[in-house]
C-alpha cells in the first residue's frame, strides 16, 4: 500500500463519459494499425515502395484523425 497522498487541487480532471470512444479516434486508430502492417510487410520482404506506402497511410490515418477532431467528432478540447 502506498503512503503517498494526493491533494485535491493535484488530483487530474474527470475523464469525459465517451472515455476517447469517438468516430476521430476509431478512425486514427485503425489507420495507424493498416499503415504499420503495410510498412511491416514491407520491411519484411525488402519491398521500399510498400514500406514508403505504409509512411503514407500513417500520415493520411493522422490527417484523418486531426481533420474529424476539428470537425467535432473527437474528444471536446478544453
Known sequence: MSSIEIAPENL?????????KTTA???TNIGLIVAALVAAVGIAFPIWPVVWVGVG???VALAAGAALRALGHGQPLQ
Open 25 to 27: 479516434g476509431w478512425v
Open 12 to 20: 487530474p480532471e474527470e475523464a469525459h463519459p465517451n472515455h476517447g
Open 57 to 59: 497511410l500513417a500520415v
